[in-house]
């Protein structure tokens, strides 16, 4: 089963910043915390990645918690292209491959 | 350039038959992975492999098999005992070991069972 929770669909308006929630609350400590994103019909692409600190890219924000247990997916200001399917997950250091992906949230920009 | 390359993009079977799907990657990555995934659904885990010539089920393999003979491929075979083969199939490869690096995706092949 998947080890991390997602609201099923988020909406919001074009050019607004965005806040994608995921919980995690079973995370060990060696767990980074992966967000990728999927386009209709294409497969899923890397967005960012953390462990416990805050991380900024060309792409998006990642906010984690301080006691890790949830994290938020920032993306300053929503295009339509940001129209995805956004998927958070765990993936641990000990090369432990079997990698689970949940249903994700399903983002819709309001134009 | 790098990347990920499944075959075909579409494929028509019909019921009975097996099916082979390619996965190619030339990012030098240890680790190789399949998903399936149904209409409107997430991304479930059939397959991976974490080095040649080894490889570990997912959640969802029975009616599957698969081979790791060569680092950059990893060959997908959907059988006649899969009840309901009819998915998008994703390939994924990563470096693997204990880097937790990005996960890098085919564009996938879809598969109709006729």
């Known amino acids: 089963d998947a080890k991390t929770t997602q609201p099923n669909s988020m909406e919001s308006n074009e050019e607004e910043p965005v806040h994608l929630p995921c919980n995690h609350s079973?995370?060990?400590?060696?767990?980074?915390i992966h967000w990728y994103r999927q386009l209709p019909s294409q497969g899923p692409e890397y967005v960012i990645h953390g462990l416990t600190s805050n991380v900024n890219n060309r792409m998006a924000s990642l906010a984690i918690a301080e006691d890790r247990k949830s994290s938020t997916l920032i993306l300053h200001r929503a295009t339509l292209r940001d129209a995805a399917v956004y998927y958070c997950?765990?993936?641990?250091?000990?090369?432990?491959?079997?990698?689970?992906f949940g249903t994700g949230t399903r983002l819709t920009i309001i134009p | 350039d790098g990347g990920i390359t499944q075959s075909p993009k579409y494929l028509f079977r019909k019921e009975g038959q097996n099916v082979t799907l390619s996965c190619e990657q030339n990012l030098n990555h240890d680790a190789m992975y399949w998903y399936r995934q149904d209409p409107g659904q997430g991304l479930r885990l059939i397959y991976y492999?974490?080095?040649?010539?080894?490889?570990q089920k997912g959640d969802i393999a029975e009616g599957y098999s698969v081979s790791r003979e060569k680092k950059e491929s990893f060959p997908l075979t959907v059988t006649s005992a899969q009840k309901n083969p009819t998915a998008f199939y994703l390939c994924?490869?990563?470096?693997?070991?204990?880097?937790?690096?990005?996960?890098?995706f085919g564009e996938g092949s879809r598969l109709t069972v006729l």
């Open positions: 994924a490869s990563s470096i693997g070991g204990t880097n937790t690096g990005e996960l890098f």
């Open positions: 997950i765990l993936r641990d250091n000990f090369g432990n491959e079997k990698l689970t």
């Open positions: 079973t995370i060990s400590g060696t767990d980074y």
């Open positions: 492999s974490q080095i040649v010539n080894d490889f």
